[in-house]
């Protein structure tokens, strides 16, 4: 009898959801007893996009789309950077008041400098390629929706 041998499991994480996001369990879906680094990167609403004052923000996402984007993105991180053994990506849904967390992208890895490319490629990406839409809600009572992948060529401010 031949016996092949075990894939190790992947324990990847992805969500959109309205709920608030939590820095900690983040980090606990990218932990592992291997890594010797977990890179989170932590994307909050700010008070104002190009100085102009904001007061909220709204984003509404495709969702089966979106989640299979983080997947492809997970894949191409695992290509590109073998070791990398964990990634969550969840963003949020909803109005988000300032301070809010939105979107959160772990990595674990056993290699600082791997964990740390990887992960800023998985927040670069999603950017470009995630089917996710913002709406600004600016001081002065006005708004207006952006796809946030269309922010790098607009503003570097997304």
């Given at each position: 009898m031949?016996?092949?041998?075990?894939?190790?499991?992947?324990?990847?994480?992805?969500?959109?959801?309205?709920?608030?996001?939590?820095?900690?369990?983040?980090?606990?879906?990218?932990d592992d007893l291997a890594n010797g680094a977990v890179v989170v990167m932590s994307g909050t609403v700010r008070n104002?996009?190009?100085?102009?004052?904001?007061?909220?923000?709204?984003?509404?996402?495709?969702?089966?789309?979106?989640?299979?984007?983080?997947?492809?993105?997970?894949?191409?991180?695992?290509h590109q950077w073998p070791d990398v053994n964990r990634v969550a990506i969840h963003h949020r849904t909803g109005r988000l008041q300032l301070g809010e967390i939105s979107v959160l992208v772990a990595v674990?890895?056993?290699?600082?400098?791997?964990?740390?490319?990887?992960c800023q490629y998985a927040i670069d990406t999603l950017k470009h390629n995630a089917p996710i839409w913002k709406k600004e809600h600016w001081a002065d009572g006005s708004s207006s929706w952006v796809s946030i992948g269309a922010c790098e060529a607009v503003s570097a401010n997304c």
């Open positions: 031949l016996i092949a041998p075990s894939q190790p499991q992947i324990k990847d994480s992805f969500a959109i959801t309205f709920a608030p996001l939590s820095l900690e369990e983040v980090y606990a879906l990218a104002q996009t190009d100085g102009k004052p904001v007061v909220a923000l709204e984003y509404q996402a495709y969702e089966p789309m979106a989640i299979q984007i983080f997947r492809n993105i997970a894949a191409q991180i695992r674990g890895c056993p290699h600082r400098a791997e964990a740390f490319a990887a």
